[in-house]
């Protein structure tokens, strides 16, 4: 006789895929690939390397619809990591993180990291992935947030401060600082180079200069 967990219909896989980017990312990674590891040739067809658009860095991306594709993955790898890898409350990402910089900023550079330890041919990057990086965003996340956002979201509590810090007065206060800091490399020029020659003897003939000691013709 057949247990319930057999003759259930639902089919429901133990784990999900990681979210694979879009085309026009592929693309991007396809171009900073032939940056690093392309030949002379292809490297000078993609133009000014600096400028291609790096994924982990979403600031980077200036292209419209490369930038909502961006967002796209990065709104599904969220969604993949709350499911994959969340059990306590405490660790969840929260649904506003689009609103904190700081997790925007380390979801991508996680998004990143997972693909490419997903490329890879042995284990070895997703146990780092495992052991020290998603650990580490998670840590950081919780250490920055707390439990603000726990019941929705919050504004940023550090406002008001960041206001202080780009204000007038503070930075009128820091360039003095700074200008304080700059004086102390200047040193008074030594007495080598002050040092002019001088004609001692009397009288001093009239083709020579008395103060630099220098003969005309």
């Not at 990681?18 to 002379?40: C, H, I, K, S, W």
Request: proline share 10%; aromatic share 8%.
């Amino acid at each position: 006789m057949n247990s319930p967990e057999t003759t259930d219909a639902r089919a429901v896989p133990l784990t999900r895929s990681f979210p694979r980017p879009g085309p026009g990312l592929v693309q991007a990674y396809r171009e900073l690939d032939l940056a690093m590891n392309g030949t002379a040739e292809q490297v000078k067809a993609l133009g000014d390397i600096e400028a291609l658009p790096r994924p982990w860095e979403p600031a980077s991306i200036t292209q419209p619809q490369l930038r909502r594709e961006v967002w796209r993955w990065l709104e599904d790898v969220v969604t993949w990591l709350n499911i994959e890898y969340t059990w306590d409350v405490a660790t969840i990402i929260p649904e506003c993180w689009p609103k904190h910089p700081h997790i925007v900023h380390e979801v991508a550079v996680i998004a990143d990291l997972r693909r490419s330890a997903g490329l890879a041919f042995t284990s070895a990057a997703l146990e780092e992935w495992h052991r020290y990086a998603l650990p580490a965003f998670t840590e950081r996340m919780r250490s920055r947030i707390k439990t603000g956002c726990d019941t929705g979201h919050q504004e940023w509590p550090a406002r008001s401060r960041f206001h202080r810090h780009t204000s007038a007065r503070a930075k009128s206060s820091r360039n003095t600082a700074y200008l304080s800091d700059e004086r102390t490399t200047q040193r008074p020029p030594s007495p080598s180079a002050t040092a002019r020659l001088r004609v001692v003897d009397e009288p001093v003939p009239p083709n020579v200069d008395p103060h630099t000691g220098e003969v005309f013709d």
